[in-house]
Structures are given as C-alpha cells and as structure tokens.
C-alpha cells in the first residue's frame, strides 16, 4: 500500500510519500510546494495544484491524507489555510483515490500517545520508526506523519474494525441540578 501525506498550506504545501511492504514501512519520498511569497494567492494555489498533481501522478498512491482544518486564532490565516486546503482536496480528489483527513490532534496521538505533542516528540517518533532524521522542511515531516497516521490507522481498523477507530462521544457532564433533590 503506497500513501501520500499532504500538509496543506498557502507558503509551503508539504507532501510525503510511504509505502508498506511485506509489513515493514519505507519511506518513498518527501517535500515541499513552496511558491514564491511575492506572487498573488491565485498564482502560488495554482503552482501547489499542479505541483501536488505531479507528486500524485508520479507516485500513483492508493490512498492520499490530508491534515483537516484546525481553529486558528487569526481568520485571515484561516481563510487562506482553508483555500490551500481546498486545492489540495482538488489535486487530490482528481486522482481518483480515496482521501483521509485527519486531525493534527489525532496525527499526534496516533504516531506518539499523546495528542498534545510537539513538533520535536513527532520528529523523534518519525526517525525511529523510519530511520530518517534529515527533512526538507517541517511541513515535509508533518505530511510524512499523516502519512504514517493514515497506515497505522488503516492497519487497526483492519484488525479491529471500524468501530475503534471511530471518535468516541465525549461524555455528558453532570451538574447539581442533575442530581435528585
């Protein structure tokens, strides 16, 4: 099974490559879409879509993961976020390969136990698991990480079935007024 990891963004769009074979995970390939900051927005999606169409046409996945949004505290951020995101899904959906989102809450819990881990628990994690240590760019190593959620993901669901890797409802909380008088 190959997948592609895509850690969107409107400066740099990261992308890794990971493949499984006989069990054992190798890494393909891994970088970066970074556009010149100088263009206009629609001049750097552009060059993201297609740069994501080539990394999709020459690594022919079976199946490509996308970061899902996150609440930002700036929503200019956010706009921009989600329009580099929506290319990605474009890129991404005109392959014809399925596509996974998930969260960066549950990239980290899925590759370190912990959904609140940083950015250097996650590439320790990666470099013991893969063996590379050297990436072209943090955004590289986050989308080489949702690459590796999606397999470790796809892996429990195989063996376990769906019903544990869905997201469990959070529980209701009681108040006193909850209790009987």
Do not use: W
């Not at 895509?6 to 493949?19: A, F, K, N, T």
């Not at 999606?150 to 006193?176: D, N, W, Y």
């Amino acid at each position: 099974m190959r997948v592609i990891g895509i850690d969107p963004g409107s400066r740099i769009c990261g992308y890794g490559v990971l493949e499984v074979r006989n069990g054992d995970i190798a890494h393909v390939a891994s970088g970066s879409i970074a556009p010149k900051s100088t263009l206009e927005m629609p001049q750097r999606l552009k060059i993201i879509y297609e740069g994501l169409v080539d990394v999709i046409t020459e690594h022919r996945p079976e199946a490509i993961s996308i970061e899902d949004i996150f609440f930002a505290k700036n929503a200019r951020s956010a706009i921009k976020l989600g329009q580099a995101r929506g290319v990605a899904l474009l890129a991404a959906s005109t392959s014809g390969v399925t596509i996974h989102e998930y969260s960066p809450t549950k990239v980290k819990l899925a590759l370190t136990g912990r959904g609140r881990a940083n950015k250097m628990e996650m590439q320790r994690m990666l470099t013991s698991i893969l063996g590379i240590s050297d990436f072209e760019s943090p955004d590289a190593s986050d989308a080489v990480a949702i690459a590796l959620c999606h397999i470790h993901l796809s892996r429990i669901e195989s063996r376990l079935g769906a019903e544990f890797v869905k997201p469990r409802r959070k529980r209701r909380r009681f108040t006193l007024d909850d209790l009987p008088s």
